[in-house]
């Protein structure tokens, strides 16, 4: 079966410290992976994106960098946090081709993350 | 570039109410529009609207999008404590990306 993990479910990093979430996903071939961020109060915004090993795409200016080193492992870090870092991590997978119930995309579990 | 807009931001009702919540959206090219429940982590899905005017149903809960008038309404019915959550609208864009509102908070009062 296919499921997907990530961790930590809880972090707290002080301003300036070193960031790396994790995420994996088990039982699929070359998935989509997915790091969407939500702040409080806010919806979830898409942060990046990878079709492959190594292909990475950001979709907004921020102090996090994402890595792919492995087909099924997705890498969320930074070398120095911020406070407005601070917020709820989901990382998310999908089947390139799959149309229903819902594109295929399945969510991780989330990290929350206070920056103090 | 893309917004989906949703209303209102929470909602407090009594258990046994009936609740719509709202999500309009401005996108350059549509093609889907899907509604999630968000109980403290994973959003859950609960339908994707890609046809004007079929509404999707499960038990108390009914969807429905009018594309002509760019919005998308959530039903639920009957309400009840274990309905309280978050509930996302998102506009699924060409290239797989999913395009978030700020959520509607709903809280069921007993």
């Known amino acids: 079966s296919q499921t997907i993990h990530q961790w930590p479910a809880t972090l707290v990093q002080p301003v300036g410290s070193p960031l790396s979430l994790e995420c994996t996903v088990e039982?699929?071939?070359?998935?989509?992976l997915y790091w969407y961020r939500q702040a409080a109060g806010r919806g979830l915004q898409l942060l990046f994106y990878s079709v492959g090993i190594g292909q990475i795409s950001s979709e907004v200016p921020q102090n996090l960098s994402a890595s792919r080193p492995q087909d099924r492992q997705f890498i969320l870090s930074s070398k120095k946090l911020l406070l407005s870092d601070s917020g709820f991590y989901l990382c998310?997978?999908?089947?390139?081709?799959?149309?229903?119930?819902?594109?295929?995309?399945?969510f991780g579990s989330g990290t929350r993350l206070t920056v103090v | 570039e893309d917004k989906v807009v949703q209303s209102p931001l929470s909602l407090v009702v009594h258990e046994g109410d009936t609740v719509t919540l709202n999500c309009s959206y401005e996108v350059t090219n549509f093609r889907s529009l899907l509604w999630y429940k968000q109980e403290k982590k994973a959003p859950t899905f609960l339908f994707m609207l890609?046809?004007?005017?079929i509404e999707k149903k499960s038990g108390r809960l009914s969807s429905i999008l009018d594309k002509k008038e760019l919005f998308s309404i959530l039903n639920i019915t009957a309400t009840q404590t274990g309905d309280s959550a978050v509930y996302l609208c998102?506009?699924?864009?060409?290239?797989?990306?999913?395009?978030f509102g700020a959520g509607t908070i709903l809280r069921v009062k007993s």
């Open positions: 039982g699929t071939s070359n998935p989509n």
């Open positions: 998310a997978w999908r089947t390139p081709g799959t149309a229903l119930p819902n594109y295929g995309y399945t």
């Open positions: 998102a506009h699924m864009e060409y290239g797989n990306k999913l395009v």
């Open positions: 890609t046809s004007s005017g």
